[in-house]
């Protein structure tokens, strides 16, 4: 596999600005941070995208939103990191890691599986996901606190959804723990790809169906609804955007399991899907990253 190619985009601004300016970023970008530069002053907003960013609109973006908060338009760098082989960079910033009762490791982990625990072997290549990310690590503890009082249909075809699979992590983690089969779908598609091959390491070919699609509008998803549970590890505003999409699809007294929300983003998931009737009913922050349980 050919090591995979990122584009960086980065400025610097004043600490009260940041979220601004990172969500203007991060429309334009597969994911973006916020990081202190110093106490009280400056933050960096960094972004990566697989794709060359529009780098006119973008800079147009910020220019405009410079001027509306009143600062120096900040110097806007678009720039192409060095290739990475990321199956090599996985295994070795990959250490096996617990979440509630999930221990997931690589193929090259040689030591035992802790008693009790359900084992996730995950090498994640280029997709998404290995556990030691907040967003994954709070879905694992979300998914193992909702085990304990959730019971999934095990017969026919129905049974849960993993929205944005990534690595396939969250599909994974719900079939082994639920034993029931588990719809995934990603734009990626070598995020598919991966899926079906985490699936077929972990003994689930049979139980997770992997799929490439544009969300909820891809035909495998609406053809097994009403769903009892769905996992969704994407971004604060995909996540507001497809909320409605989420209610038409999740059964009543079913469970959402939402993520890849900065901490400060989440009050804006979290009416965005009590606008459509669900009720929050679990928040767990990991570091910066908030997971979020909402019940329709």
Sequence with gaps: MSPSVLWRIALVVPEVHAPAFADAVGDHADAVSTFELEEGGNWLVEATDQSPPDEARLAARVAVLAEAVGIPEPKLIIERLPPIDWVSHSYQGFPPIRAGRFFVHGSHHEGTVPAGSIALLVDAATAFGTGEHGSTNGCLQALDRLSRHL???????????????????????VAKRWRVPVTAVDIDPEAVRVTQLNAAINGLTGRIRARGGDGYHT??????????????????RPLARMAPMLRRHLKKGGYAVLAGLLNRQERHVIQAHRNQGLRLVARIPVGEWTTLVVKR
């Design 151 to 173: 019971k999934l249909p095990r017969g026919g075809r129905r049974g849960a959804l993993d929205m944005g699979c990534g690595s396939g992590i969250l599909a994974l983690a």
């Design 219 to 236: 035909r495998i998803v609406g053809g097994h609804k009403p769903y009892t549970l769905i996992t969704a590890n994407i971004l604060a």
